[in-house]
């Protein structure tokens, strides 16, 4: 396989900094409930800003399916700009809501615009690096992610020093502006028809029931880390805040920051180890994957049970690291299972049963809170899950369907 030329690599930095802002705009939220509540008073519910949370997660679940069927017929790039361009001016909007019903539905239309990014993004990119740097090229635009849950605590650092309000502007305005240069510099590829139109490499000598078994198995790997996984996204700070009484600042920081640079680290060094390991051996990026979701489960269950604040947040740092080297890996490994005019589809319903799983999990924390169930023994019991797709992921026997491809 030849080595990809400047080009792959160029629309993997102009996707860096839309990775970062489709999580920031999102993030914030998490670490700004003390000053929103204090000028929307229905917040003051945890259940509430559960729900409030959680609106997001099931219409950005429910519309990711039909991003990726888009993306897999349309131009990426156009698909791209216009998702920055709309969800920024919803993140502009929300600094001027006033009550919750228009705060509710400026976080359904935020879903609807960031679920045709991910898929389109990601599809883009492993179409051109089809050699052996695609899970690191994967690795680094997710790193853009794992930059924007982290600076999404400074969310909370402004929404306390200046206003919740400016946070969300701010944001909007690097948004669409950054749309512009996307306009003017991202281009689809150009063989893309070709491509998607080429026969597939057999993947395997059992047909079509296979490749459906291995995409079902993958799906259940995204889905089940996907519990702890929003839990540490929308819950983490305010567990901080109930066992150590930080305050807003504090808490955001120490859960956005050191979640989120261990995770930067985690998908760099998973997609370069993945990378290695795939060039040896085609499980090298389960293996990589597995091993993610393993620290992934013990640094979980740790957060939730640990006796004090410094081993919780070395908890924090391992998760981070655990799930960046699972998360470099999804779409590299959906690519081994998947046709390429199937991808950005196939990478729509992972993010739809992922981001479900969110759904579920984050208002139902709450309701536990609520009730007086500690947040810290609702983290523990998600280790489960994790640990689960763990299992799944060992067994797992995915092909290489871009032996052979050249690179961009």
Request: charged share 10%; hydrophobic share 50%; net charge positive.
């Amino acid at each position: 396989m030849s080595t990809p030329t400047r080009k792959a690599w160029l629309v993997v930095a102009l996707l860096w900094p839309v990775a970062l802002l489709n999580y920031l705009d999102r993030q914030m939220l998490a670490t700004m409930h003390l000053s929103m509540q204090q000028d929307i008073v229905e917040l003051q519910s945890n259940e509430v800003y559960g729900r409030l949370m959680g609106v997001f997660l099931w219409v950005y679940a429910f519309c990711s399916p039909l991003g990726g069927f888009v993306a897999d017929r349309l131009n990426r790039k156009w698909l791209i700009v216009g998702s920055l361009g709309i969800w920024s001016g919803v993140t502009l909007l929300m600094g001027h809501a006033h009550d919750l019903t228009t705060l509710m539905w400026l976080r359904r239309a935020m879903g609807v615009s960031e679920a045709f990014y991910i898929p389109a993004g990601l599809s883009l990119i492993a179409d051109y690096h089809r050699g052996p740097t695609r899970s690191l090229a994967i690795g680094i635009h997710m790193s853009g992610i794992y930059m924007g849950q982290a600076l999404g605590g400074i969310g909370g650092w402004i929404a306390q020093s200046v206003s919740w309000r400016a946070a969300f502007g701010t944001c909007g305005w690097v948004g669409v502006t950054y749309g512009l240069v996307l306009a003017i510099f991202l281009r689809e590829r150009e063989d893309r028809g070709a491509v998607t139109a080429s026969p597939e490499p057999r993947a395997d000598h059992g047909g079509t029931p296979v490749i459906w078994l291995g995409f079902a198995m993958l799906v259940g790997c995204f889905a089940l880390p996907s519990f702890p996984g929003w839990a540490v996204k929308n819950w983490l700070p305010s567990l901080l805040q109930e066992r150590f009484l930080l305050d807003q600042t504090s808490s955001g920081l120490w859960a956005t920051v050191t979640n989120a640079s261990a995770g930067f680290c985690g998908v760099l060094i998973g997609g370069r180890c993945s990378d290695f390991l795939f060039t040896r051996n085609v499980y090298g990026r389960t293996w990589v994957s597995a091993l993610g979701l393993l620290l992934t489960a013990t640094a979980i269950a740790g957060i939730g049970l640990a006796p004090g604040f410094g081993i919780v947040i070395a908890c924090t740092a391992l998760y981070g690291l655990g799930f960046g080297m699972f998360d470099a890996n999804n779409m590299p490994i959906l690519c081994q299972v998947a046709p390429t005019r199937f991808r950005a589809t196939g990478y729509g319903l992972m993010n739809f049963c992922g981001t479900a799983a969110g759904a579920l999990v984050t208002p139902f924390l709450g309701k536990l809170k609520d009730n007086g169930t500690p947040l810290a023994l609702g983290f523990a019991y998600c280790a489960a899950p994790a640990l689960l797709a763990a299992i799944i992921m060992i067994l797992m026997r995915p092909r290489d369907r871009d032996r052979g491809a050249a690179a961009a």
